[in-house]
């Protein structure tokens, strides 16, 4: 099994990260930018794969995959991180996504769309706002980055 911090990589070569969690045969891991992912152990190795690195030893680029929630996902867990989430980030969240053609109103999506769209306008995956929920203010200031590249890019 892998370690917490351990560097790992996914035998197709196309991703890696730093061991975030094991949990079973479970593993969870953060990339290099940011997003966080699992995978079951097997599919992990701690040395990168043949061919993963281009010449010069840059990794090369990978799809990565959308890990989106849905409705058959949410438990009360799910609706209690939503409520922590600050209020003005919750705002200027639903002020960007109203500007969307066609998006609607933020307040008539359910729970896990809500979270995802927060998830995409933040650059904060669930998994990060579940780990943060026992620190409001500190979640807030990890969104405020995100949301201000969202706001910039919108404005």
């Known amino acids: 099994m892998f370690s917490v911090g351990q560097w790992v990589y ?6 890696s990260g730093k061991v975030l969690e094991c949990d079973g ?5 953060e990339q290099d930018n940011g997003a966080e992912l699992d995978f079951k152990a097997s599919d992990l190795t701690a040395t990168p794969p043949e061919g993963a690195y281009a010449p010069g030893g840059k990794p090369k680029a990978y799809a990565m995959a959308e890990r989106i929630l849905t409705a058959a996902d949410i438990t009360p867990e799910h609706v209690r991180v939503l409520g922590i989430i ?5 705002q200027a969240v ?8 066609t998006a609607g109103r933020f307040s008539a999506l359910d729970t ?4 995802n769209i927060i998830a995409e306008i933040t650059a904060v995956p669930y998994r990060t706002m579940r780990e943060f929920s026992d620190r409001a203010g500190e979640l807030g200031l990890k969104m405020g980055k995100g949301l201000a590249d969202s706001q910039k890019r919108a404005g």
């Open 112 to 115: 896990a769309q809500k979270l």
């Open 25 to 29: 045969d479970t593993v969870f891991i």
């Open 86 to 90: 600050p209020a003005r980030t919750v």
């Open 10 to 15: 996914h035998r197709d070569g196309r991703r």
């Open 94 to 101: 639903a002020a960007l996504f109203e500007r969307r053609p």
